[in-house]
Structure formats: structure tokens, C-alpha cells
């Protein structure tokens, strides 16, 4: 059997469910990231889409660029997961909206040019520009 994980949004009118292991978990430093999180920089997972789902009620989109969907819960404004048709077949959800955000741990910083010079980790993953971790 396929072990899965769960998140759900703060209302936990939207949930989703993934099956384990994901294709990959990054922070992403970009502007867009920055402001549909409200935070200095989100962490996500990617993973193939034949290996989610949602569980509950679907989250609201938000096209934020040409080809890239935001979503986000339309009654308590979670962020839940942003997508880019630049990596087709991939969705990426948020880890913070996780039940169990522990068990993900990011290997890698993307858009790392776009980083606030504030924001200090000191952990020595290593760095790419741009979005897509799939080319790093
Ligand atoms: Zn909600
Ligand atoms: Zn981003």
C-alpha cells in the first residue's frame, strides 16, 4: 500500500491528500512566492500529478503570471499550492499547509536571486536561479 500524507488549509475547508515520497522539496525565495504566502519565503513540495489529490473542498485559482495558478482557500485565504505550466504535470503544494510538515525537509533554495538580504539561513543547502529546481 502506498503511504500518503494529508494537508488542509486553517478553516480545514480545503484538504488535500499526497502520496509519499514527493518528487522534490524547496524553499522558493521569488516575489510571488513572497507575496501569496505573506512571508519572507515558502518551502514546497513537487510532486507528479498522478500522486495527489484534493479531499475536500477545492481551493480558489489565482493566475498571478501568464501559465502560473495560485490557489488559495476563499474562506480563511490559505495559500495552498502554486503550479507553472513550464513544469507540466507538476503540482506543488505548499509545506506549511501540511499536517505533518516535519516530515519534508528542503534540499535546495530556487529564485535564490530574488532572496531578501535580511533573511539569513545557515543550513548550506545549495542555490539555484530561477524557479525551476527541475534543471538545477
Ligand atoms: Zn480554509
Ligand atoms: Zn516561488
Redesign the pocket.
Known sequence: MTETTKGH??????SFEIDLPVRACVNCHCDSCRRQCSSPMTTYVGITDEKWRWTGKEPKIYKSSPGVERSF?E??G?PISFRSEGMSGVMHLYVAAMEEPEQFEPTLHVSHEEKLSWLHLDHGLPTHEGPDYTKA
Open positions: 488549509c486553517l478553516c480545514k475547508a480545503v482557500c474562506n480563511c490559505t
